[in-house]
DNA sequence: AATGAATGAGAATTCATTCAT
DNA sequence: TATGAATGAATTCTCATTCAT
């Protein structure tokens, strides 16, 4: 009974493994096409699934590619979230610009009304958000770093509308909306709770009532 | 020419004439300790972990039990899952029933605290709680069945308290007010995301806000 | 405080989303080779110990290879056997066209011990056949089917020697020799029990009288 | 982290491991009728779910018992088909003595279908008898004697019919008669292949030729 | 560069059998 | 004695990741 066969080599230190490599960006057009397709994939398994029970075979086949391809791209699963979330990142990034700039002239409730869709919004474009916040498999520094992200933005757009809040209270509010938008998706996107639509009413209710509440006096 | 022993019956996990059996009720004394530590060990695991990436063999093995005495009273991973629900609706029923005999002596924002606080208290006592609403791999009846008794246990209290409230508003809140709860273990008891003791004084004012506004005119 | 670094996803067996997946089709000869390896040792542990009896791991070992590539091709143990079965199907097939082929020239005795050896030619191929047609396990539709093209298979033989023979004569008498021909592979073929090669004459016998018996008359 | 507990006692050789212990003969009726149960529902676990499949859980359970009782009668599985090994080559004998007294009186048809029926009639009583013949997983030394001993009886009986034939062809001939009370069994109680009368008959009639042409001659 | 194949390290689950009360 | 409980060794199946062509 000869033991188990010798490990297959084991990565010897000059081949770098592949795992730490991160994301690769492509150069063509066709690459980036490919790696969006995956993105894509990607986020709908992890929606559906969880990001735990989603797999790397899934999304490649979901994507309509190879789990080699994927690994050319993504060289693990942990990047492939991560990148997801830094597609995230940037989204709110891009809609917290937007708001910015249109901040003097939006009325409170309106303004409660962006902040509580804000997922929502980004859900519908690419919908693995609150199922990699929730994924406790691995708090990876990717992970973290999108929500104190986040929150600085979402701190830095109360306090141009609201210039004399004290940032941490900024801040303290800043969490409290996020777990709003959340929610939200919680009531509107995900099938599989069965939700009226006039929960998501009174959610939207709460948070305008909290928001005004907290800016009066504050507010330019 | 087979010279090795016959085996023993292949333990297919194919044919699994088990699974669907309800959990088992323990006899004896023993059995009865046994099932409370193990559901204890399951709940610390399932927080810890989150409901995918728990195992039954880490559960079994923090309670001091093998699988097998696991399996002997849980038959499936979902029924254990199941069970600490169970757990989790009774303990809700519990904590309404005391809320409802002092609800005319509670002022609006008390009653608005111990909602918020419902579920910490619960993960207090057995944490597997918010883990278990969220996971996504496998939304079975009794968990669907978990949320239901839940709020209709909330509305019951709502109209208890403000009986002109329509019962179709009153289950709106209801969601609204768990997800809350929700909200407030996350803020308070996962340690993975750090979050100032603020955020939380947040969500409890924004929670007295929302149901001071809904219940006001509608209290008896 | 969790300090074990996160494990891999559990590789959950409770949700199989694989296992109806039919065999795999190999692309490469590598592959072509292994599957037929593995079809090879199946039939020998299969026939060896029985279905029930019959592992994976050891049907992979003896094979060479690893469960990992056995689940790859065929993603269950049913689906493997149903392979196996498809293959007796079509051995079975060729057999009977070349009867068919040879059918006027053949005698009446020899057409009968054609048949009754018929499943004794298939076993010194790949033995697992009547292991499998015993399997009481699960009598999966693939078996069932294959119960119903041998037969008839065997019916239109028999009504292309004998067109007069009510299709229905036919059929029982096909119930009747595939009994026969497992008897063979009893006889002949299995270790376990102790049978003079005077029995396998007698059976021999016993099949050319009664085919002679029921043809008689009805032949071209 | 302390290494596994140690191993409960292992049996020291002075108490002789349970297993080897014979099956407990019941003295007083309340047992007899006890292990009289037990074996009914061995019996239908055992035809129902072949001997790899069944469980002595559920054997015990159709019985009304507990696997404890269940093992104090019967200290293994092995044990337990013994029993019933033996129990079916007791009813064997009984149909034979019966059989033998008539014989002189019974037309060589009648004699034949008697034969063929042999299995069946027992089936009716207690239906595991093929099954466990069947079982490739442990043929025990019991199993095997089970089948020398029916076979010699069918050759007495072949003998005291016709004194003439010789001995070894008579054990040839009740090789293949006692194959045709399987096949029998198989067609007529067996639900799981859908087979017609039809076939039944065409065994019935197969086995008078055979036995009739054998006989011819050699008959007293 | 694309991709079919390999694989190792689990994970859920089962069950014959033995104990202890 | 009856029986609830314990157990350990198997068994089926999964999946992230790596290779070789």
């Known amino acids: 009974m000869p033991s188990r066969p010798a490990k297959r080599r084991p990565a010897t230190a000059a081949s770098r493994p592949n795992r730490d490599r991160p994301a690769l960006r492509p150069q063509r057009s066709v690459g980036r096409e490919r790696v969006a397709n995956l993105m894509i994939a990607a986020a709908d398994v992890i929606r559906e699934r969880g990001f735990d029970a989603a797999t790397m075979a899934e999304i490649a086949e979901r994507a309509g590619a190879k789990v080699g391809s994927l690994y050319r791209f993504f ?102 909306l996020l777990n709003n938008m959340k929610t939200m998706v919680a009531m509107t996107v995900d099938k599989s709770a069965p939700t009226s639509p006039g929960s998501a009413d009174e959610l939207r209710f709460m948070n305008r009532l909290y928001l005004a509440s907290k800016l009066a006096g504050f507010e330019r």
């Open 75 to 176: 060289p693990s699963k942990e990047v492939l979230a991560d990148a997801l979330m830094q597609r995230y990142a940037d989204l709110i990034d891009a809609a917290c610009d937007e708001i910015d700039a249109r901040l003097s002239a939006l009325a409170a409730d309106e303004l409660a009304d962006l902040f509580v869709n804000f997922f929502v919004k980004i859900h519908h474009e690419s919908g693995a958000l609150t199922a990699l916040l929730e994924a406790r498999s691995h708090w990876s520094a990717k992970r973290l770093e999108f929500r104190e992200q986040a929150l600085k933005r979402f701190v830095n757009t109360l306090l141009l509308r609201a210039p004399a809040l004290p940032r941490k209270t900024a801040r303290d509010m800043a969490v409290v």
